[in-house]
């Protein structure tokens, strides 16, 4: 690699903002470019000024990894403070626990079962009848039975995806979604916290290197990255194409924010199982930050629909559709020299922050190795097919 090279980095969240640091550090020039006029991409946070109150404005984050490295990395940016993703639901005028555990069979079905007779009782509820599930809705129904089935997985789906659970493939339920004990926290993972200040603050110590510059309210377009020894894309795959192979589907958020004096629900997540209710969740932001105290509160009540041109793209559908118009951007991306699309909208996947972070790390040493062994760098880190 030439000292000083110049790399440009399409997009300012975590994608962009870790491979620009690990670059930097190597030696490069970096520029980075974002259409918003923030840093953070979808991770981003700021202070409700009139509360004080932490947001996070495009959805709440909750950081949790078994990626001991990626881990250590975030920590040695932002105070990381422990914090356990627990998630309440109101079904039929109820308030149950989740993800589905002992407490929420107990309390739904109005017993007092142990684990061992729980689960007997669970494997009468379900469906044996059915041997080769195809649909979401035939999974569920063969993990669980039709009254839990019905209860906590069928309005939710239908509302997050747009769509019956009948339509909806097998693979989205891939294990037992019940546990029989009281846990309740919804990650397995051994690390779990959200930064003290918020992912902003974080992001912006990442990006805190003399050799990074960040220019806000620039949208990249293709073909303006001449005079870059390499891109890297984080923005939309189909949209640095302009399109040209349609739009590859997402579901897009309406998040209608609100303002409570006190406490409005008592818990950082609400969801809404009912069909009737047509919000899938409220989130009450002060909760993802229970060190802090304020007597505002910020919730936002959170709607899913299919997203449309000049909506933000929040989760790929991936469905078969979906798939095989992915696999007419990937071999347009193939041919494309120069770039490499990274993150969760250039590969069109549901990435988590740490994954994110993981994918980021290894694209940036991928390409430190090839440029030093002149070798080209691929449009993909993983074939995102
Ligand atoms: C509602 C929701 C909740 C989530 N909750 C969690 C959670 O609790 N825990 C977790 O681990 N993960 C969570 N995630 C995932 C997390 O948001 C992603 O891992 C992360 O945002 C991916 O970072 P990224 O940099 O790849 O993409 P982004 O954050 O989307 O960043 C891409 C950036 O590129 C910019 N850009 C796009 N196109 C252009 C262009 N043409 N020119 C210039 N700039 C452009 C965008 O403005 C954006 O800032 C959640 C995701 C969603 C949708």
Known sequence: MKAGERILVVGAGLSGAVIGRELAQAGCKVEIVDSRG????????ERDAATGVMVHVYGPHVFHTDDAEVWSYVNGFGTFLPYRNRVKTTVGGQV???PVNLHTINQFFGRSLRPDEARAFIEEQADRTISDPRTFEEQALRFVG???????FKGYTQKQWGCSPTE???SILKRLPVRFNYDDNYFFHAYQGIPKDGYSAMVARILDHPDITVTLGTDFRRGQGTGFAHIFHSGPLDGYFDYA?????????DFERFTHDGDYQGCAVMN???L?????RITEHKHFAPWEEHAGSVCYREFSRACEPGDIPYYPIRLVEEKAQLAEYVALAQMERGVTFVGRLGTYRYLDMDVTIREALDTARLFLDRRAAEAAMPSFLKPPL
Request: hydrophobic residues 30%.
């Open 96 to 98: 149950y626990s989740l």
């Open 245 to 253: 192979r349609g739009r590859l589907g997402y579901r897009t958020l």
């Open 38 to 45: 923030h840093i953070g991409g979808n991770c981003h946070t």
């Open 276 to 280: 009737a209710v047509p919000h899938t």
């Open 146 to 152: 039709r009254a839990l089935y019905e209860a906590f």
């Open 272 to 274: 809404y199982g009912d």
């Open 168 to 170: 909806l493939p097998a």
